[in-house]
Structures are given as C-alpha cells and as structure tokens.
C-alpha cells in the first residue's frame, strides 16, 4: 500500500474518495501505513542521517556531523571586524566596529557619526541609535582609602577581606654585654635605606638584666649630631621629634659618660618606620 484510501471527496485536502464505506482490508491498510510512517521517523531520529552527533568549526565555517557519519557544511559563520581607532577624538568620523578609548575603558561604535566635541558614551542620533557600546569599563579602585605612600595591605584578623595598612618598620638592635666603658661607641650604623625614626621612639624598647641603681643615659646621634638618648632608671625615651635618615646617613649610640656600676647587659632595640 502506497496511500491512504479515503471514503468521501475533498479536492482541497486529499483529493478524489471511493463514494462508500471502507471494508474492513482497507481500514487495517490506512492504519499500516500511518504505522510504517510513525517507525520510520522514530528511526531516523534515533539513528538515521538525520540525527546530529557533533558540531565542529573551522576557520569560519561551520560543520554539522550527522550519526551516520556524513558531515554537512560548510556554513560561514558571520565574524565581527573590529576597527582599532585609538583614543577617541572629537569632530572625527567614525564607522560600525571602530573601537575607540576614553577615560580608561573601550568603546565599540555601533552606528556611524561623525563625534562632537566632547565625550559622550550615551551619545545618540537623536532617533534612538546608540553611537556607542561600551566593551572594557575602567575598574574601579580595589584598595582601601588611606595608607602612606610604601605602606603595604595586611590582613587585620582572621576575618576574610578584612585589612588594614601597615607602615613597615626596621629593627635596629644594639647588645652589650656586661657594662659599656665610658663614653663608648656601642652602635654604629650606616643606613642602608631611607628611614624615619619616630617622635618618641614609639614601639621601642631598651631593657637589662641587671638594673641600673641609678639614672643613665645613652646618646643617639645622626651625622655626629646629638637627636635624643635612651635613659635607664627608670627606662625611658628622650626624643622630642621624628627623625629621618637616608641612605649613607649613619646613627650612633654611645655609652654614659660615668656608666652605672650595676647595670650589666643592656638590650636597646629602635623600632624605624620604613621609608
């Protein structure tokens, strides 16, 4: 059987009927064949030419491959032609797909104008037509405010994301063992690098094992220049203001004139802000 068998006429949909009922043969013929055209597409959709396997692009052109193997193309792919233009500049033409830079971030042109005297990314015909679209943005600021110059981020807690500046320093450490001779060169340091020490000595530190009975002090000189005095009995810091060194400058610490003739084993650490 190659067609249905209809009973009635219609010349608009299948054309001439038989005038009279269908027998029985003739029914079981109509449904066998819509059967046959039923399996047929559940065929090729599950294993005929006309199921996909894979798509694959070359070049420009894409490749359709098919279960049983053919492959079907090429099809051209459309493929954006984009214009470098530079930095965008005023009273100029401009055609669709020039890319132009302004204040950080990259713009497409997408209808053709010629530009005005200023920068406009929202700029328009007036009809609707957008002149440009916007590629790249400028991004933003991702440190935190603040901060001097060299200071560097640092995770405050444990906290994620939470951080603070942090001004680096520089341990400058003098040891003596015992007692220092009078007026004795303890320190003498040839900066390395630029640094400041800060008014007051602020994190500093000078200690001994054994105490001194009574008041001491030891000089702190730049250049040869007194700047302030570590003093002992009790333990404190004379320096009135911060003091910056550069490289090739060179800090001393020297020894009381009369030394204390208890005090043994003296520890000083400066604590130096970097730059």
């Not at 043969?25 to 559940?42: P, T």
């Not at 359709?64 to 051209?76: E, K, Q």
């Not at 090739?248 to 043994?264: C, E, F, K, S």
Request: glycine content about 10%.
């Amino acid at each position: 059987m190659s067609s249905i068998t209809f009973r009635t006429t219609d010349f608009t949909k299948w054309g001439a009927g038989q005038g009279s009922n269908l027998t029985n043969v003739q029914v079981d013929d109509n449904f066998w064949f819509l059967y046959e055209l039923i399996v047929a597409l559940q065929e090729e959709g599950s294993g005929g030419d006309g199921g996909i396997a894979s798509f694959s692009v070359v070049g420009a052109s894409l490749f359709v491959t098919l279960t049983s193997g053919a492959v079907l193309g090429p099809y051209p792919l459309p493929v954006a032609q984009w214009n470098p233009r530079g930095a965008w500049a005023p009273t100029t033409a401009y055609a669709i797909q020039d890319v132009v830079s302004n204040g950080g971030a990259l713009y497409l042109v997408i209808f053709p104008h010629t530009s005005g005297a200023t920068f406009n990314a929202n700029a328009n015909d007036g009809a609707g037509h957008n002149f440009y679209a916007l590629l790249l943005a400028e991004p933003s600021a991702i440190l935190p405010a603040g901060g001097a110059a060299l200071a560097v981020l640092a995770k405050h807690s444990a906290t994620d994301f939470d951080t603070e500046w942090l001004t680096l320093t520089r341990n400058l450490t003098l040891f003596v063992a015992g007692q220092p001779g009078a007026n004795e060169l303890l320190l003498y340091y040839v900066a390395p690098e630029a640094f400041t020490l800060p008014a007051g000595l602020t994190n500093s530190r000078a200690g001994s094992t054994t105490a001194a009975a009574a008041a001491v002090s030891y000089g702190l000189f730049k250049n040869g220049v007194a700047i302030g005095s570590v003093n002992f009995a009790p333990t404190t810091f004379t320096f009135t203001a911060a003091v910056s060194f550069a490289p090739g400058d060179v800090l001393t610490i020297v020894g009381p004139t009369v030394p204390d003739a208890a005090q043994a084993n003296i520890g000083i650490v400066l604590v130096a802000t970097l730059p």
